[in-house]
């Protein structure tokens, strides 16, 4: 008799999953997500990037324009637009904060002068134009330029104009028993109704300093002023609608902060040259 044998085959164990298994089919999709919401984002930040700086272009050109329109500016004269901050952003509530203009060279009384000025409020108006709260301007001289603003035709190669410190100088040479003998004169600009002045702070001859107290103490105040320069109307030089409010010697440049009258600027009287009281 043969016995039926009840033992039970064992089955072969389940291989275990391998780690990482399950969580790359789960995390998978996830990932994927995450991977286009980024790639969105790149081409989003990518598309505003390329929209800032097209409309920036467009926005400064335009100011531009309407800078050389209102100075009658020749089509040669580079004028330089900057503007603070997003255009975008600004754009959408049509204000511009800030606006930095710049224009080299530009001419300046019987010379030339670096203009940089600040544009602030600017917006466009129903007219398509632009229109702006204030403007402020800084004319700034180098050296060569304050020469021919101050000196003559005839005597710029005898004499130059050079700073130090807050004043002009104005260095030639004088020719005393056949030797060369430097003179430099100190000046302080200064201005008031339309002129342009300087007061004789010192004089240097040989490397001997005498200064504006020393020659009145022995000239006396009406020596001491037929020695000064004759004032200038610089405001003869400009439009009515700009009015200078200081003159000082910075950076090794004459510089002329001025404000213009938005108002009066608008209007043809505004445009033509002002006078000295």
């Not at 920036?56 to 100011?63: C, M």
Request: net charge negative; hydrophobic share 45%.
């Amino acid at each position: 008799m043969t016995l039926v044998d009840d033992s039970t085959d064992v089955l072969p164990p389940i291989a275990a999953p391998e780690p990482g298994e399950e969580q790359d089919e789960s995390s998978t999709p996830i990932g994927l997500i995450v991977l286009l919401v980024l790639t969105i984002l790149a081409f989003v930040a990518a598309a505003l990037l390329i929209a800032e700086a097209i409309t920036r272009a467009d926005v400064e050109r335009s100011i531009e324009d309407h800078v050389r329109d209102d100075l009658s500016l020749p089509a040669t004269q580079h004028v330089g637009v900057s503007i603070e901050g997003a255009v975008l952003l600004q754009g959408i509530v049509n204000r511009y904060e800030t606006v930095r203009v710049s224009i080299p060279n530009a001419p300046f009384a019987r010379s030339t002068a670096d203009v940089t000025a600040t544009l602030t409020g600017v917006h466009g108006d129903e007219r398509d134009d632009w229109d702006m709260e204030r403007i402020s301007a800084v004319y700034s001289l180098g050296s060569a330029q304050a020469t021919a603003f101050y000196i003559p035709d005839d005597a710029r190669g005898k004499m130059q104009v050079g700073f130090r410190g807050a004043d002009m100088t104005l260095d030639a040479s004088l020719t005393s028993s056949g030797r060369s003998v430097p003179v430099g004169v100190a000046l302080t600009p200064a201005f008031q109704s339309g002129w342009v002045s300087v007061a004789l702070a010192s004089i240097t001859i040989g490397g001997t300093t005498v200064t504006a107290d020393d020659l009145r103490a022995r000239v006396g105040d009406a020596g001491l002023a037929s020695l000064q320069m004759p004032p200038m109307c610089l405001a003869e030089s400009l439009p009515r609608a700009v009015s200078v409010r200081e003159v000082s010697v910075r950076d090794q440049h004459l510089r002329f902060g001025a404000d213009f009258d938005l108002e009066l600027l608008k209007t043809p009287e505004g445009r033509q040259a002002g006078a000295c009281t």
